[in-house]
């Protein structure tokens, strides 16, 4: 596994039963980088979930949401599941290239819910995560 990490900044982690924030310390989600997909077709995503210890979560459920920045594309979507040391993987199928914005929800085995967004950019020779913020 690589060393090189994208973090844009802490996830919301929200309640299961209310839609009250909770701390954003509680939980991380980060973009394992760097990836290499080809601009359309197969590729794959790895993320890493740890709690505000840094100590790997390995009983999360992750749901994986693609949206490209301009209107008119349909959503891509997958689960990644849990390999080790908070490091779940799933394959991905890009639509095409360009911009996209991959928002990741995990379920953690207590209910509650961390979200975090990821600016990607499919290019024709690589995956890049920018983090613009």
Do not use: K
Not at 1 to 12: L, N, Q, R
Not at 44 to 51: G, I, M
Request: glycine content about 8%; charged content about 25%; aromatic content about 4%.
């Amino acid at each position: 596994m690589s060393d090189d990490v994208a973090t844009p900044g802490s996830p919301v982690l929200l309640d299961e039963v209310s839609s009250d924030e909770v701390s954003s310390d509680d939980t991380r989600i980060s973009l394992v980088a760097p990836l290499f997909p080809p601009p359309a077709g197969d590729g794959h995503l790895a993320f890493r979930v740890t709690d505000a210890g840094d100590q790997p979560i390995d009983t999360a459920t992750l749901q994986i949401r693609g949206d490209m920045t301009h209107a008119g594309m349909l959503p891509i979507e997958a689960t990644a599941t849990a390999d080790e040391d908070g490091v779940y993987r799933t394959p991905i199928r890009w639509t095409m290239a360009g911009d996209w914005i991959i928002t990741v929800e995990a379920t953690l085995s207590d209910g509650r819910r961390a979200t975090q967004s990821f600016n990607v950019t499919v290019t024709g020779e690589e995956e890049l995560c920018i983090d613009d913020r």
